[in-house]
């Protein structure tokens, strides 16, 4: 799949591109979804990101994670390495939910603390809330 490729290749606008319309077709693959989630919030769509990622995780957050950086080509561990904000740097709502995202699929503690911030501001934001939720309750049958 073409979408896989430019996937492979980092290339997330291409990906993005050629994962959608699949998607669309077959909102329940979970693969496809995975990889939407990271294309849609390397490419400035974050929002959209987030509407996805949230009902992945309620539909399945042992999907993400349990995501294999080499089987599965995740490449949240090489964007985490790239993270590393300065000390002025701002903490933004968007910054928090990207790092909220981001870090699920390499650490849900982590994850759930940018979450967790990330609803003070979004504090109506209902599908957050479940999906914040979905996590503790994950964490805590760990």
């Not at 995975?34 to 539909?59: A, H, N």
């Not at 957050?61 to 080499?70: G, K, R, T, Y």
Request: proline fraction near 8%.
């Amino acid at each position: 799949m073409l979408g896989n490729q430019y996937f492979m290749a980092r290339k997330y606008q291409e990906a993005v591109k050629e994962l959608e319309p699949i998607y669309l077709n077959d909102p329940g693959n979970k693969n496809v979804s995975r990889k939407l989630i990271i294309g849609y919030i390397q490419t400035g769509k974050l929002m959209k990101g987030l509407e996805l990622f949230t009902s992945l995780v309620k539909e399945d957050i042992s999907f993400i994670v349990i995501a294999d950086p080499i089987f599965d080509d995740c490449p949240c561990p090489e964007i985490i390495k790239e993270l590393e904000p300065s000390p002025n740097d701002p903490i933004t709502p968007d910054l928090n939910i990207y790092n909220g995202i981001i870090w699920l699929y390499c650490d849900p503690k982590i994850s759930i603390k940018f979450l967790k911030r990330a609803i003070t501001d979004f504090p109506t934001n209902k599908e957050l809330k479940e999906a914040i939720g979905v996590i503790k309750q994950f964490i805590k049958n760990k």
